[in-house]
């Protein structure tokens, strides 16, 4: 009997190249997992190319629901941006995904785990780094191995009659809940514009003339309502993600600096994680205090980069998620966002734990804050400072 090999199949050129790598050159049989984490593929469709492929058995989890609560809600509470700009949709799901693999390669009792990244991107650091924390098994990663490259997995796919949609033969396409990476093609010159029909959760044409507004609840960092409905995680996410792409919001387009060191040009959709972290950050600022502000924004930038560098397991993440979490006892109240042909912007804000306070910041007569307390206080402030420019002026010049 042949040896098991298991493999994350998304139905795409990669993986469908990475089944037949594994029966033919590795003499394997094949398990196929399909991960479910708002991908959008009609999961009867992917089964049935995996049973096309010869796969020997094909796997179907339904993981949405988790990785809103495990990786989205978690991301949100860091204002996770990757560079100031990246979400971390595929950055998040791949944890999860490579985690439902290992437990059914301990089910199945596998030989082999393998994956369809490529050795230029991130989502081999992502794979790697989560199989090896539970795992001592190989990894076969047919597209790194052989040093693949997109024309010849097209070929290979041709020949073994491997069928292959014509969004796929342009770009290469990530999606989830989160967001839709669009890479490659015409897009691998930085200075393209990307084609509108590149894009499809968000609307580039015909926008609405009249503004769209969104109200978010938020508990404990967490949102939980939003225009007044309480809504599951999941449906939540996929509620603003419509409503906010309507409106033309979520595209995101930048050079990225990969794990590996490439610069990369990444052109994204999405519009409900530019929404709800824009939302999340604001009520933030208004909960917080000065302090907390200016150091959780050096957290979450770690917290953005460690996800996004495949080190999730790492344990000054989960000595972060402490800090993070920690922090969001107050941050619990309502966002106001108003959505505009593409632009978002918050207009209201409002929280009982909010630290305004009309009283003191109001400029009319009624303000509490006596200005005459400041006139000590800004002495104090700037007093190292002020007496460091005399001394500085009187230096004598290097001229
Ligand atoms: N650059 C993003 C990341 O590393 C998106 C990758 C998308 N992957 C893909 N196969 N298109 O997370």
Known sequence: M?????????GGLDTSVVVKYLQEEHDLDVITVTVDVGQGEDHKKVAAK??????????????????????IFPSIKANALYQKKYCLATALARPLIAEKVLDIAQKEKVTALAHGCSGKGNDQVRFDITLRS???????????????DRTTELEFAKKHGIEIDTVAKRFSIDQNLWGRAIEGGILEDPYNEPPDDAFIWVKTKNLPEKPTYLEIKFANGIPVEVDGKKLDAVR??????????????????????RVVGIKSREVYETPAATCLIEAHTDLEKMVHTKHQNKFKSIIDDEWSYLVYSGLWQDPLKQDLDGFIESSQYAVTGTVKLKLFKGSVRVVGRKSKYSLYSHDVATYDAESTFDQRMANGFVKLWGMQSTEANKLQKKRPSKT
């Open 2 to 10: 042949a040896q098991k090999g298991i493999l994350a199949f998304s």
């Open 50 to 71: 995996a049973k096309k492929l010869g796969v020997k058995k094909h796997y179907n989890i339904d993981a949405r629901k988790e990785f809103v609560e495990r990786f």
């Open 134 to 148: 539970g795992s001592d098994l190989p990894i076969i990663a047919p597209i790194r191995d052989k040093n693949l």
């Open 236 to 257: 939540l996410i996929e509620y603003v993600n419509k409503k906010a792409g309507q409106a033309g919001v979520g595209i995101v387009d930048h050079i990225e600096d």
